[in-house]
Structure formats: C-alpha cells, structure tokens
C-alpha cells in the first residue's frame, strides 16, 4: 500500500509565507509526480502545482510567482513554498502522488487527507 502526508498547515497573516511538505511512503517502484491541490468549501479541488519525475514544474495562474514546488530531498518528498499569501488562499491543501507500485505495474492516484492553511487579513 502506499500512504500520502502532508504537513506543515497553520494560520498565518497576509502577507506571510508558510511551506507545505508532502511525502509518499509505501510499497513504490516509481513516482511519475506529485501534485499540490487545494480546496474550499463548497468548490471542487484545484490543482496548483505540480512536479514531475524530471523535475519539471506547472502552476496555476494565479500562484506563479508566489509559490514553488520543489522536491525536499528524497524523491518521494515535495514541497511547496508559499509566499505573499493572501487570505483566499485560504483552503485545505491536498498532496497527490501519481505512482507506480510494481515494475510492470500500472500507474495509480493517492492522496493525502489535506493540511488547512488559513491566511488572515
């Protein structure tokens, strides 16, 4: 099985910055990437940001320039650096890790059970 966690949630004014860590742990073989979502009551989850196996990064318009996913040292951690918060960033932030478990195996979605940021004005 394998297991997503975020952490690093909290309230922090607006302004300030606060860094989410993830990290995926289990039987894995490989993981294609992860992903940062968010979401808030009543909307659908958006993703926000993404990091591929290679490295490669993707934001959602309105976070560029304010936030940046990185790996946090071993393959199977990200992180995710936010700054200039504002208070709709708001939100629970979610870590998905796009995985495969075997050598032949296919490739599957797990989440974590979210963090809350709170961003106050």
């Known amino acids: 099985q394998v297991q997503v966690t975020e952490s690093g949630g909290g309230l922090v004014q607006a302004g300030g910055s606060l860094k989410l860590s993830c990290e995926a742990f289990?039987?894995?073989?490989?993981?294609?990437?992860m992903h940062w979502y968010r979401q808030t009551p009543g909307n659908q989850r958006e993703l926000i940001a993404t990091?591929?196996?290679?490295?490669?990064?993707d934001y959602a318009d309105y976070v560029k320039g304010r936030f940046a996913i990185s790996r946090d040292g071993a393959d199977k951690t990200v992180a995710l650096q936010m700054n200039s918060l504002k208070p709709e960033d708001t939100a629970v932030y979610y870590c998905?890790?796009?995985?495969?478990?075997?050598?032949?195996?296919?490739?599957?979605?797990?989440w974590g059970r979210g963090t809350q940021v709170t961003v106050s004005s």
């Open positions: 998905k890790a796009d995985v495969i478990r075997a050598y032949y195996g296919r490739l599957e979605q797990y």
């Open positions: 289990g039987t894995i073989f490989d993981i294609k990437a």
């Open positions: 990091i591929t196996k290679d490295g490669n990064t």
